[in-house]
């Protein structure tokens, strides 16, 4: 398996502009998880989802966020306006039903 | 809440010394999970270890190994013979198990440098 792909791998926007971060999960898990790694928060769990349900989106930081999991093989999280403050590693990670989480390479943002 | 407290921002040692982890967390439940991962200079997340609250067995893998303790709260990683490779941040987490999905606490990594 080629395990949790993300994309892009980085990301350079402009303050305002809409970002799309995406995932793919690993076949077969039906977990999935999007995290944000800062230097002064670590690493944050923002939301996650089981069976493609969305169950936990307290770790959201505003609304200008959200994610979506239309299908059990692809996710997506958005930040629409982004801010500088948005500015970190993004992410996503999926695990089976009561195993090990795997992560991505994460998506580095860079909002300017 | 659940907490994970890792007190040691940063490690240096000389390759081939012994190196050990500290990992201390907080929780009230009764059932839980303790993971290990690396993150080297390349960024990616890489899971070392998962260890469930009922199995307080210490865990040998190759140079690595890991030491479960209840009483004190304590999920400590040593790495025996350490090499430059090794050097990465690393990340104790605890896992609440949530409507069927793991929800992962983490700590804030311990920076560790393997000079040759």
């Known amino acids: 398996d080629a395990g949790v792909i993300q994309s892009p791998r980085h990301e350079v926007t402009e303050m305002g502009q809409e970002v799309t971060l995406r995932c793919k999960p690993i076949s077969g898990h039906n977990s999935l998880f999007w995290y944000r790694q800062t230097m002064m928060r670590g690493l944050e769990l923002l939301i996650y989802?089981?069976?493609?349900?969305?169950?936990?989106d307290s770790g959201m930081p505003e609304d200008r966020f959200s994610a979506k999991m239309p299908n059990a093989s692809f996710s997506t999280l958005k930040i629409q306006p982004s801010e500088p403050r948005d500015s970190a590693v993004y992410f996503c990670?999926?695990?089976?039903?009561?195993?090990?989480?795997?992560f991505g390479q994460g998506t580095r943002l860079t909002v300017v | 809440a659940q907490k994970v407290t890792q007190a040691q921002t940063e490690i240096s040692v000389v390759e081939k010394e012994d190196v050990t982890l500290d990992c201390v967390y907080e929780t009230r439940d009764t059932t839980y999970y303790l993971f290990w991962y690396k993150q080297p200079p390349s960024g990616e997340l890489v899971f070392l270890i998962r260890r469930n609250s009922f199995d307080e067995q210490n865990e040998i893998s190759g140079r690595y190994s890991w030491n479960f303790q209840k009483s004190t709260s304590s999920f400590n990683f040593t790495i025996t013979a350490s090499q430059v490779v090794d050097s990465a941040v690393y990340f104790c987490?605890?896992?609440?198990?949530?409507?069927?999905?793991?929800?992962?606490?983490f700590g804030q990594g311990t920076r560790l440098t393997i000079n040759p």
């Open positions: 987490a605890l896992s609440e198990h949530s409507q069927g999905a793991q929800k992962l606490v």
């Open positions: 990670a999926s695990s089976p039903q009561t195993g090990d989480a795997f």
């Open positions: 989802f089981n069976n493609n349900v969305p169950i936990d």
